[in-house]
């Protein structure tokens, strides 16, 4: 027989698992990644348990209360409680700015009550309160500048942390194999669209999990910490964050696999992958300096690469329809389709090629 015979290689799934599986154990067992994590975890820990003490050691938040509306903060600690006829006299200390703002009996209200603010509600009053009732503000311009900010910071740096961090690690997972030749023993076992989907797999098991842990933390540490006024409203932007990272994540996984398989060099990884980092860190500083702006964040909600960012702010400021998001998600997946199609190109033309960068006109030819 002229053909000598060679044993036949696992299956593309198998392929695809076996990648996966050793992506996440690489980094596992990786100090640096547990230390990391690690930090991480302590330090939304910490920052949640400072904010429980902060809040009850509070000097006393300068609120009025009419006397239908005394019982309901009774038990309530750290307000300042000045006592007013009804709710004229009560609006007009909120406006005059001599208190921050008003309890006040309302019939519609399902807890009996509601609070009158200025611009925004305060939000150490709203964490004394065992339920939250409705806000009514005399100059609502501003909105709730404080809880929108916070959760600003919460979905910005948790999408800027692991895409940058995860990303990286899968440009520099790439380069190494490259550098040390291993790549070329994978590709005789596996497909290269096999070992491309493995890696963004793994790396995307790994993120996912981090996020859920921090997300844990945070509410097991809000609640612990009494301060589930921050958890009010936070559930459906936290589900639909969690459903648009996965697909972004996924999105830019399969563009750093495919940026970095044009260098054969570590130190020439940013010479491609810049770009990305830069799309990367674009969101994060929109949400930040605009979470207030409804043009800067409706258009972060159908831009594919910030809408994991946009699109949940929007959600937990109110101002996105039903059908919104369902259309934000769509154009995300489409993109990321076209995405994996355009990496798995540029990574099979690439992957191989060793010496200088490979030219984006020659990776994405045929």
């Not at 050793?22 to 939304?44: D, H, N």
Request: net charge negative; charged share 10%.
């Amino acid at each position: 027989m002229s053909i000598a015979t060679r044993t036949a290689g696992p299956s593309a799934a198998q392929g695809v698992w076996l990648v996966a599986e050793r992506e996440i154990g690489s980094k596992l067992r990786s100090k640096a990644f547990v230390i990391s994590t690690a930090i991480l975890v302590l330090g939304a820990l910490v920052l949640v348990i400072w904010g429980g003490f902060a809040a009850a050691n509070n000097a006393g938040t300068p609120v009025a209360v009419t006397p239908d509306a005394a019982s309901y903060v009774a038990e309530a600690q750290g307000l300042d409680v000045t006592e007013v006829a009804d709710r004229a006299e009560a609006e007009a200390l909120v406006e005059s700015g001599d208190v921050d703002a008003a309890i006040v009996a309302d019939p519609e209200s399902p807890v009996g009550v509601a609070v009158i603010a200025d611009s925004s509600a305060p939000s150490q009053l709203l964490l004394q309160l065992a339920q939250t009732p409705p806000v009514e503000l005399l100059n609502p311009e501003s909105g709730n500048e404080a809880l929108g900010y916070i959760a600003a910071i919460g979905f910005g740096v948790v999408f800027l942390f692991a895409a940058s961090m995860f990303g990286g690690t899968i440009a520099q997972s790439v380069v190494e194999e490259k550098q040390t030749r291993v790549v070329e023993l994978l590709i005789s076992a596996i497909p290269v669209r096999s070992l491309l989907a493995g890696k963004v797999i793994g790396n995307t098991v790994l993120a996912m999990g981090q996020i859920l842990i921090l997300a844990a933390v945070a509410i097991v540490g809000l609640t612990v910490t009494d301060q589930t006024a921050l958890l009010q409203g936070l559930g459906g932007p936290i589900a639909w964050f969690a459903v648009f990272f996965l697909f972004g994540f996924i999105l830019l996984a399969s563009l750093f696999a495919a940026a970095a398989s044009m260098v054969s060099r570590q130190e020439d990884i940013g010479s491609t992958t810049t770009p990305l980092t830069m799309l990367v860190m674009a969101p994060y500083f929109l949400v930040i300096f605009f979470f207030d702006n409804p043009l800067v964040l409706g258009i972060m909600s159908y831009v594919p690469f910030s809408a994991p960012v946009g699109m949940p702010m929007r959600l937990f400021l109110g101002t996105a329809q039903w059908w919104e998001p369902l259309l934000s998600l769509a154009i995300l997946i489409a993109t990321c389709i076209a995405a994996i199609l355009v990496g798995a190109r540029i990574y099979e033309n690439s992957l191989l090629r060793m010496g200088g960068r490979v030219k984006l006109s020659e990776a994405l030819a045929r």
